[in-house]
């Protein structure tokens, strides 16, 4: 199943008309704006889903938009439309971050493709995301004594080792390594470093 929109923004109506028809066609929600100015007012962080831009556009352009966005930390897959003439531009975008760039005039299927797999690489960065700041919740119930004792686990130290340099009773460290272990949802040492591993930015949250 596709979950998430095509947020679509071009200002020739008919080309917004036909990749509407055609991403319903496989299955694929949107929403449409006739300029970048209009969509960058509504843009909220909550959005979720790609965007397709048209890369030359009166006003504002795809680019600009695409300059603002990233202002804003916007993490979007962002697929450009680009004319023969715009394909240097779009190549610098994808260099910058940019998902793709799709050239006019463009092959169907190839243009629905890779929405959908904006749309799905979107999907597992949002549950990457999401992990992660569950991670980070679960790191923030422990206590500095317990910070020291997971340091020294993941360190591989046995609790003797670790009762000594702490300078606590090893019945102290048993205590606090099944509180670390439950508050961080894990059942060894192993799990906790795999835990941790997969996801190292959340404990600087």
Known sequence: ???GLAYLVDDDAAIRDAIVWLL?????QSSTWESA???LADYNAEMSGCLILDIRMVGMT???????LRAQRCAM????LTGHGDVPLAVKALKH????????????NELADRVIEA???EESRRGQDADRAEISDRLATLSVREREVMAA???GKLNKVIADELQIAMRTVEVHRARIFEKMGVRSAVELAQCLSAHPSAGSR
């Open 153 to 155: 686990i993941l360190a």
């Open 24 to 28: 319903r066609s496989r299955g694929i």
């Open 97 to 108: 971050g940019a998902f793709d760039f799709i050239e006019k005039p463009f092959n169907d």
């Open 1 to 3: 199943m596709i979950t």
């Open 62 to 68: 795809g680019i600009e938009l695409y300059e603002q």
């Open 119 to 121: 749309l799905k690489f």
């Open 77 to 80: 897959p962002i697929i450009f």
């Open 37 to 39: 100015e209009s969509f």
